[in-house]
């Protein structure tokens, strides 16, 4: 097993941990929600910034040889000289997508590839924080209650860093990310039931059996990892952030963590503006939007929706989504699942990125946006990328049918060539 440290850093510069519901200030020992407010009251990890802008600046940053997302180390939650998994996780392409631009109508836009992350998809940043936080604690295991991808990334992290795992899916998990559990070596348990059941069932083991949590909901530091997406847009940016931030919204992490990037970069005196954040939901699980738009505390829904990983009915940051996007005077925009699909046929062909039903909702949401006028066309935007498609196959081959099948002596070659405008037709 190979363990890598972070060299110089030899600071933790969290402050506190502030409720998002009752605004009591905690010290950094407690493990999960307020103890106040119980399992609603939500967590913020705040930081001492004067002290992080003494040691961290524009100048600092650019000349820090990691291309991971530890080379934001002040800015996460975790111990001097904690060890850390050599798996890589961040630092992944951001892409500038002309045509893909063009065909949704906006001036400029980017893709933030994070379906190139070690295990496929964005919740790495998370489950990197999460094994650190584990061996910190002296935990040998690690569970987790997921649609998927926290899942086969929690199990990939652990892997990494010497770690068993312990996963609970709700049954309709797309199998690849099944099996990518099980090829990380996870015991996986698949429970006849929502993930909101499964989510309950692991609570209780956790708390049953003294294992590290990585419920990423619950949990404020794995949080503080999906922070990392936005420091690196912005740093790969050069710090002149575009006019919006397009996130699809499960749970409300992501969103939530990307918009606190924003906010600590312009507290550091790195960045002028902030862009405005677009939260996007699927039209069969979007409690969160409705929140949003009636101001009313969250109702649980039944969630149904293609893409598996933002299918959730009862999501436990949504208060924090919802600041986020209010913040950053933002919007959110429901899509159907059929829009889902033509955003990931679309994108793969106009960008070459091949992004799952929940990333290419980001995309749908921006092209609907646009048509609806709460995105400008003269704007520039970047949509992130949060899985790679490779991990749900069988909603991509409902996107784009089956390929043709010849015969070897080629005899329908010429036909077809014809038919999809790749030969003219001879002249007869
Ligand atoms: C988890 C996930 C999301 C949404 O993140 P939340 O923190 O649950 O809002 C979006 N896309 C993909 C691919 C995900 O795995």
Redesign the pocket.
Known sequence: MVLSTCGSFDVNFVQDLHCVFCDSLYPARVLSTCPRCGITGILDVEYNYAAIARSLTRRTLAERPERSHWRYRELLPIGEGSALPALSVGWTPLTLAPSLARHIGLRMLFLKD??RNATG???DRASAIGVVKAREKRHKIIACAS????ASSCAGMAASMGLRSVIFLPERAPEPKVTQLLIFGATVLRVRGSYEQAFQLCQQACERWGWYNRN??INPYL?EG?KTVGLEIGEQLEWQPTDWVA???????????VWKAFREMKALGWMARTPRMLGVQAEGAAPITTAFRTGAPLEPIEPHTI?D??A?GV?R?WKK?VLAIQESDGAMVNVSDDEILDAMRYTGRLSGIFA????A??VAGLRRAVAEGTVGRRASAVA?I??NGL?DVRSASAAVGTPFDISPDGAELQNILQAKDLIMAEAS
Not at 147 to 150: E, L, M, S
């Open positions: 994070d379906g998809s964005l919740k649609t998927g991808n926290a990423s909901a949080v999906k996130v699809s919204v499960g749970d409300g992490c992501t969103i939530a963590g893409a990983s933002i959730v999501p940051n989504a799952e039903p929940a990333a909702t980001a992130v949060t899985g991990k």
